[in-house]
């Protein structure tokens, strides 16, 4: 038997409607629609368009194939939109790049201590986390908040609810027993009403409402299905691994580099080194950092006019390595805003040379990538105890060469790269596995890697200069 599912995938510069075909031996993925996702300033507030994504949503399920045997939604993770005591939506749900979390997570960290936090929630601290917002947010007329993908399904069906994976990434999840935190809600001051029932990946929503049914064609009787809502856990659960000694990058706007593990790591050590315990599907725990990933590039891009892509990455592949590196991570580049410029001042700072060229400034930024992704797949191991044997790097990062050869040659691992479109896979999947199809998550990982095209790159063997050079810029050993 095989079964049609879509998959609505929104990534934070771009979303998709895919048409995953799944049965024995079977897994197509085909685009039905693909739309930018840009970001709106009004009156100093960056903005997702969160109506435009919708629509877009509507338009795609419009175009899928008749005889869906479900839908599931996954987006960017921390951001929400709030409802009031009508249901209706109370203005325009807030990126998760805005200011508007300037000085919050540092206030918070100081009132309520860094071990209660991390020992509640397990998360590591990052200033855009669902909890900072909440504080920086008016939340007097709020009655639900919705994550972005349970606000896309409410809208599909009128079901509410918080759906695991991404309901980890707020801060308030408790990461031991899985409950919202009543205690840390509480410190917080913020209303514990607000925030829905927990429903698990694989879990049935509801069924389109039938305008929505009438709009889109599909019949009322269509279930909308929780799946990893969280692009990174749907990522996850589609990384082709045969093996459990496997690490992962999931490459696009972010790296997400980690491992999976049953239990959650909640040490002082892993504290201090900011990893985070997020959940994954099947009750995995999603064991990770985030790196600042391709961001660093597309805000290069975006300053530059957006020139042509192969050839930067061609003319960069041929620039001297590991000459102008930065810390990826320093927080100065999370804001948007002229990247090139801010890349050259960094490396004036730390004493490396700028960057002169376009050329200069890629081959800088995918050799500190590939830096970072070395350090914290380290990390990742040492502090787990997980053994790393392969990294499945995942996701639009996986088609950038350049990126690929440098991990590899930077961590002394092999890495296999692809699928490009892990997310929408693994949207599917487990939409597939609650239908009775693809499995457990390991079979359906094995499905993955027995029909995706994957490309294999072996390390290089030159382990000191990597070294030396992650040295220079103080990362981890
Ligand atoms: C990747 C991702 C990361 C999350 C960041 C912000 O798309 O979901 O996992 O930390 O976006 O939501």
């Not at 491992?259 to 900011?274: C, G, M, Q």
Request: glycine share 10%.
């Amino acid at each position: 038997m095989t079964e049609t599912f879509a998959a609505v995938d929104l990534g934070a510069s771009s979303g998709r409607v895919m048409a995953g075909r799944v049965g024995p031996g079977t897994l197509e993925l085909q685009e039905v629609r693909r739309f930018p996702n840009r970001p709106v300033r009004v009156n100093g507030t960056l903005h997702w368009d969160v109506l435009g994504l919708y629509g877009n949503v509507l338009d795609g399920l419009r175009a899928a194939p008749a005889g869906l045997a479900s839908v599931g939604i996954d987006s960017w993770a921390v951001d929400y939109g709030l409802l009031d005591a009508d249901g209706k939506l109370i203005g325009n749900p807030v990126h998760y790049r805005d200011a508007r979390t300037d000085g919050v997570m540092e206030r918070i960290r100081a009132e309520v201590g860094d071990d209660l936090l991390y020992q509640t929630s397990g998360l590591q601290f990052l200033p855009f986390n669902t909890l900072y917002q909440l504080a920086a947010d008016d939340l007097a007329r709020a009655r639900t908040m919705l994550m972005v993908p349970d606000l896309l399904a409410h809208w599909l069906t009128g079901a509410v609810g918080a759906e695991r994976t991404n309901a980890s990434t707020t801060g308030l999840l408790d990461v031991r027993d899985g409950a919202w935190s009543r205690d840390l809600v509480a410190r917080l001051g913020l209303p514990a009403g607000i925030l829905p029932p927990i429903r698990e990946p694989g879990e049935v929503l509801g069924t389109l409402r039938p305008d929505v049914a009438e709009e889109t064609g599909h019949p009322a009787t269509l279930p909308v299905v929780a799946v990893g809502s969280h692009d990174t856990a749907s990522a996850v659960a589609a990384v082709p691994t045969t093996t459990d000694r496997f690490a992962y990058i999931s490459c696009g706007t972010w790296s997400l580099v980690g491992v999976e593990l049953r239990e959650p790591v909640l040490t002082e050590a892993s504290r201090k080194a900011n990893f985070t315990n997020e959940g994954g599907v099947d009750g995995t725990v999603r064991y990770l950092r985030n790196v600042m990933g391709l961001w660093l590039l597309q805000e290069s891009m975006r300053a530059w006019g957006n020139p042509d892509l192969p050839s930067l990455l061609a003319e960069a592949a041929g620039v001297p390595g590991l000459r102008s590196i930065v810390d990826p991570d320093d927080p100065e580049f999370l804001p948007p805003g002229d990247m090139p410029a801010r890349i050259a001042a960094h490396c004036r700072r730390r004493g490396f040379p700028e960057p002169a060229t376009r050329a200069e400034t890629v081959r800088c930024i995918m050799d500190s990538l590939a830096l970072a992704h070395r350090a914290t797949l380290r990390q990742a191991s040492r502090l787990s105890g997980q053994e790393i044997d392969v990294v499945h790097l995942v996701g639009g990062g996986s088609r950038n060469e350049l990126l690929c050869r440098l991990t590899a040659d930077a961590s002394g691992l092999p890495v296999v790269a692809g699928p490009v479109e892990a997310t929408a896979l693994g949207n599917v999947l487990t939409q597939a596995r609650a239908h009775g199809l693809a499995g457990t998550l390991a079979e359906s990982r094995a499905l993955v890697a027995a029909t995706q095209p994957l490309r294999r790159y072996e390390p290089s063997g030159d382990d000191a200069r990597w070294a030396g050079a992650a040295a220079r810029l103080g990362l981890a050993p």
